[in-house]
């Protein structure tokens, strides 16, 4: 039965994880205004900078989401009777 509850405590423990990664946030934040300030210069360059740089909290907690997905999802296949 253990084994059929490991997706469920991957899922839970690394959520888990990203709660306290939302600690640090703030400063997370911090750097991406300093990113959109020290590369002002190029944004005109490149279609859609500003927004890439200026949520940058975004793309954190999508990647550590992905990530947090993609561990769940292999130890749901993990599951699998061969």
Request: avoid cysteine; proline fraction near 2%; aromatic fraction near 16%.
């Amino acid at each position: 039965m253990k084994k059929y509850l490991a997706p469920l405590w991957v899922f839970i423990g690394l959520n888990l994880l990203l709660l306290i990664v939302m600690l640090f946030m703030p400063a997370i934040g911090a750097a991406g205004d300093d990113l959109e300030t020290d590369t002002a210069a190029m944004a005109s360059t490149f279609w859609g900078w500003s927004w890439v740089v200026g949520s940058v909290r975004l793309w954190v907690w999508l990647g550590f989401e992905a990530a947090i997905l993609f561990a769940t999802a292999k130890a749901f296949l993990a599951t699998r009777d061969r």
